[in-house]
Every structure is written in structure tokens, then in C-alpha cells.
């Protein structure tokens, strides 16, 4: 699947002028990917960003399609587990490009967007707020967070890690772009490197705490009432 950030199968030639040391997107003078964290400026997702990796078709990374498909692979899994499932929570919801597909496969289930990004939050209504301290009172039974963490700094991304065992109870659908996929899977042309990228074994270590890794992006939380099979789950 192609990501913001991106999974595109298999390695994609990259031209040096491209690689690690080009420009960054989004006009950024320096980048994560080169070594540089930096905490996104408030206002980073705006209009522009959301035009650059959505919207426009010659610049885009992610499409509807993408979402259609993933959803229908949670929807299958989630039946598989027999978990039911009312409460879904799109944390970092973008777009809200799940917010269909996703009702698609659960059309009585409440969804909520959560977003940081005042521009989305002004035009779709999504709830304001910050993954990292997100505490409502109810927990969720599908959890998504979608290329997400890979902008939050260390410390605020492992919050937002311990934050998702917080608020699933039943099955979280978790992917980021990490330093692996830049530097094997990812199309750099159209991915978005002003990222902070860490190996796929830091968002493991944390995730294990609370999480079953099941394979495909789909973890099911320690408390969940579901049996996996010793070879449906990873490690
Ligand atoms: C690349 S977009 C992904 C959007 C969506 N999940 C998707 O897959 O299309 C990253 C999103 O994460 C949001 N975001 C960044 N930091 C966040 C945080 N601490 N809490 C919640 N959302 C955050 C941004 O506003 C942006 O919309």
C-alpha cells in the first residue's frame, strides 16, 4: 500500500539527487530523516500539506482506494477475532479518509477523528487534541493511528504509544514510517521526509507492552477476549 509516507512493494530505484540528502517536502529547511528532530510548527498541517500528499493527484501519496482496501482487511480480521466492534477512534485521522470505509464495515459504530491540526479540526469537526495526552472517559474497540507517530519526537511518540494501550481495548491498527521503509520500501519522491524516523523494532518494544502483534499492522490489546494461534501472531 501506498502511504504518506508510503508502502509501495518491493525497493524503488532512487535517483541520488532524491536520496537522503536532498530537499525536504513541505519547504522545510532541514529534516528528521538527516538527522535534524525538530517539533512540527503548529500550523504545519495546513491546506497546503494536506493538498501536497492528498489532494493533488500529480503530487498525492495516499488515496481513497488504499483506505477502502485497508479497511476491508481490519473488517475481516476483527470478524475473524469475532470482537464487537461500536466504538472506533481514528487517532490522527488526516483527512478522515478511513472515516467511510471503516463505517462500511461497522455502519452502527461511533467513529471519532482526533486531530492536532486546527485547519481539519475547523473544517470537519474532528476532536482537538494530541495523541500523547488524549484521556476521554471511554476506551475504544478499534483503535486506528495511521502514519501518525513518525512526527512526533521520541519522547512524545512513546507517549502516544503508551496512550493507545490506554484507550483500546480491543484491536489497534497501527503503522508509521520508520527508518527501514526510507530506506527500502518507500517512494521518496512523493513521501514526506520531514519525519522523524526511528527502526520498526523502537515501535515494537513499546507496543509489545500492551499489544499482541498479529501481523499486517493489526495488534490486539493483552486484554482483549480473543485467541490467536501461535503461528497468527508475530514472536
Ligand atoms: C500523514 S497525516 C496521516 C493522516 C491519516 N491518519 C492518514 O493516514 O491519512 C499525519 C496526521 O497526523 C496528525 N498529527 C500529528 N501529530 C499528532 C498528534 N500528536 N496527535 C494527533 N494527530 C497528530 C497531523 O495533523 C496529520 O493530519
Same mark, same amino acid.
Given at each position: 500500500? %501506498? %502511504?504518506?509516507?508510503?508502502?509501495?512493494?518491493?525497493?524503488?530505484? $532512487?535517483?541520488? +539527487?532524491?536520496?537522503?540528502?536532498?530537499?525536504?517536502?513541505?519547504?522545510?529547511?532541514? /529534516?528528521?530523516?538527516?538527522?535534524? &528532530?525538530?517539533? &512540527?510548527?503548529?500550523? !504545519?498541517?495546513?491546506?497546503?500539506?494536506?493538498?501536497?500528499?492528498?489532494?493533488?493527484?500529480?503530487?498525492? $501519496?495516499?488515496?481513497?482506494?488504499?483506505?477502502?482496501? !485497508?479497511?476491508?482487511?481490519?473488517?475481516?480480521?476483527?470478524?475473524?477475532?469475532?470482537?464487537? $466492534?461500536?466504538?472506533?477512534?481514528?487517532?490522527?485521522?488526516?483527512?478522515?479518509?478511513? %472515516?467511510?470505509?471503516?463505517?462500511?464495515?461497522?455502519?452502527?459504530?461511533?467513529?471519532?477523528?482526533?486531530?492536532?491540526?486546527?485547519?481539519?479540526?475547523?473544517?470537519?469537526?474532528?476532536?482537538?487534541?494530541?495523541?500523547?495526552?488524549?484521556? &476521554?472517559? +471511554? %476506551?475504544?474497540?478499534?483503535?486506528?493511528?495511521?502514519?501518525?507517530?513518525?512526527?512526533?519526537?521520541?519522547?512524545?511518540?512513546?507517549?502516544?504509544?503508551?496512550?493507545?494501550?490506554?484507550? /483500546?481495548?480491543?484491536?489497534?491498527?497501527?503503522?508509521?514510517?520508520?527508518? +527501514?521503509? *526510507?530506506?527500502?520500501? /518507500?517512494?521518496?519522491?512523493?513521501? =514526506?521526509?520531514?519525519?522523524?524516523? !526511528? &527502526?520498526?523494532? *523502537?515501535?515494537? !518494544?513499546?507496543?509489545?507492552? =500492551?499489544?499482541? =502483534?498479529?501481523?499486517? /499492522?493489526?495488534?490486539?490489546?493483552?486484554?482483549?477476549?480473543?485467541?490467536?494461534?501461535?503461528?497468527?501472531?508475530?514472536?
Amino acid at each position: 500500500m %501506498r %502511504r504518506v509516507m508510503v508502502r509501495v512493494r518491493g525497493v524503488i530505484p $532512487v535517483p541520488p +539527487e532524491l536520496g537522503a540528502a536532498g530537499p525536504c517536502l513541505n519547504g522545510a529547511a532541514t /529534516c528528521h530523516a538527516a538527522g535534524m &528532530p525538530r517539533t &512540527p510548527a503548529p500550523d !504545519r498541517f495546513d491546506a497546503a500539506f494536506y493538498r501536497r500528499f492528498y489532494r493533488d493527484p500529480r503530487t498525492r $501519496v495516499a488515496t481513497r482506494t488504499e483506505f477502502r482496501l !485497508r479497511a476491508r482487511l481490519i473488517g475481516a480480521f476483527l470478524r475473524h477475532t469475532r470482537l464487537p $466492534v461500536r466504538s472506533i477512534l481514528d487517532a490522527g485521522c488526516g483527512l478522515g479518509y478511513f %472515516r467511510e470505509p471503516l463505517l462500511a464495515e461497522w455502519p452502527r459504530a461511533r467513529y471519532t477523528g482526533l486531530e492536532v491540526s486546527e485547519y481539519l479540526c475547523r473544517r470537519y469537526g474532528w476532536v482537538q487534541g494530541s495523541l500523547a495526552e488524549f484521556g &476521554p472517559d +471511554e %476506551r475504544y474497540d478499534l483503535v486506528v493511528c495511521h502514519d501518525v507517530l513518525q512526527y512526533l519526537g521520541a519522547r512524545e511518540a512513546a507517549a502516544a504509544l503508551r496512550n493507545l494501550g490506554e484507550l /483500546c481495548r480491543g484491536v489497534l491498527h497501527f503503522n508509521a514510517l520508520t527508518e +527501514e521503509d *526510507w530506506r527500502l520500501h /518507500c517512494d521518496r519522491r512523493t513521501t =514526506d521526509r520531514d519525519v522523524h524516523l !526511528r &527502526p520498526a523494532a *523502537w515501535y515494537r !518494544r513499546r507496543l509489545r507492552r =500492551d499489544f499482541v =502483534d498479529a501481523g499486517s /499492522c493489526l495488534f490486539v490489546h493483552r486484554s482483549a477476549p480473543v485467541h490467536l494461534w501461535e503461528l497468527e501472531r508475530l514472536g
